[in-house]
């Protein structure tokens, strides 16, 4: 069974800050997306990543993909409030698409 | 930018009773997909669609739920009689291809069953 596993699940940091978002996977693929959500609401794509060593940045977010390690990272720099939402990874299943699987998610909480 | 669209919004029904739940895809994309989200909890599979028959299914898909397409639009999902346990956010989804990348999801529709 493939397992999304992200980590931390919960994150307070405080404005200004940096940190990173970990994403590990149990099975081969070099997929892998990054969502987010506000509360309530439905999921924004941020990121793609569609090979080794893919690297996206967009603002004070950066995602990079290791599929060796079958690893992705999500690295926020210089936190601000308005990153304060739940971060989720999904990966593309054995190359078919036919579906994402999602990690657990990450609740990033910004302190002004 | 094209978007998918869902309705209702939101819907409570009585448990035992069947839903409807619609959703009209991104208008040249080919796959498509349900994901529901119990409160709190991560996105899970349900179920994708492509060429008018299911290409995969999870667990959680079981013989009370049933997809359909019924014309060049609409896309949906049915439960057939609900329990309380189906009560969660219902999510759309669609895209091109496999290959195209990422999936273009909807703004969900909430379901409570009481």
């Known amino acids: 069974e493939l397992k999304v596993e992200q980590n931390p699940l919960f994150l307070s940091m405080q404005e200004g800050k940096n940190y990173t978002i970990y994403c590990n996977y149990s099975t081969t693929s070099d997929r892998l997306y990054w969502y987010r959500q506000d509360p309530g609401k439905s999921l924004e794509s941020l990121f793609v990543l569609l090979s080794n060593g893919a690297v996206k940045q967009e603002g004070r977010l950066m995602a990079s993909l290791d599929t060796k390690a079958r690893l992705s990272t999500l690295h926020i720099t210089t936190a601000v409030h308005d990153l304060s939402a739940t971060y989720f990874c999904?990966?593309?299943?054995?190359?078919?698409?036919?579906?994402?699987?999602f990690g657990t998610g990450t609740s990033l909480t910004v302190i002004p | 930018e094209p978007e998918v669209t869902q309705t209702p919004s939101h819907q409570v029904t009585q448990m035992g009773q069947e839903v409807i739940l619609r959703c009209v895809p991104i208008s040249n994309h080919l796959y498509f997909y349900w994901y529901r989200q119990i409160l709190g909890q991560k996105v899970e599979f349900l179920v994708s669609?492509?060429?008018?028959?299911?290409?995969?299914k999870s667990e959680i898909f079981d013989d009370q739920f049933s997809v359909e397409r019924p014309d060049g639009s609409n896309f949906t999902l049915k439960i057939r009689s609900t329990k309380l346990e189906d009560s969660a956010m219902y999510f759309c989804?669609?895209?091109?291809?496999?290959?195209?990348?990422?999936?273009?999801f909807g703004s969900g529709t909430q379901l409570s069953v009481l």
């Open positions: 989804a669609s895209r091109l291809s496999p290959s195209s990348g990422k999936l273009f």
């Open positions: 669609f492509y060429n008018n028959e299911i290409s995969e």
């Open positions: 999904a990966v593309d299943m054995s190359g078919t698409g036919n579906q994402f699987y």
